[in-house]
């Protein structure tokens, strides 16, 4: 195991390290590491992970605001064709207003 007392900060070759970087394994000063995601990562390895997120995150925002979008259109297209097809297979015997009575008369 490598002593870290005796390291130095990668950017300040003064200062001495406390955090060793777990994605380029460089070693870096309390002021050159920040907390992500509960690990001590540098500022260089830190830009680069938000890029390559960041560009991992985009398409796939864009294809589940397009599945919205057509998931939308599909609904409301399936909301009027079944009221569409319903409004059609209602008797007209409802319309008349004598479907509640033919209905009452069978069951007797
Ligand atoms: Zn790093
Ligand atoms: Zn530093």
């Known amino acids: 195991m490598l002593d870290i007392a005796r390291q130095r900060c990668f950017n300040h070759p003064a200062r001495e390290a406390v955090a060793r970087c777990p994605e380029c394994r460089r070693f870096f000063c309390r002021e050159c590491v920040t907390d992500h995601e509960g690990r001590a990562i540098c500022a260089s390895c830190l830009a680069r992970l938000a890029a390559a997120t960041g560009e991992r995150r985009r398409p ?46 069978e069951e007797q």
Do not use: D, N
């Open 60 to 105: 796939l925002a864009r294809a589940a605001r397009l599945i919205q979008v057509v998931s939308a259109v599909a609904v409301v297209w399936a909301f009027f064709y079944l009221m569409g097809r319903g409004l059609l297979t209602i008797p007209a015997a409802f319309h008349e207003g004598t479907l509640w009575k033919a209905s009452y008369w």
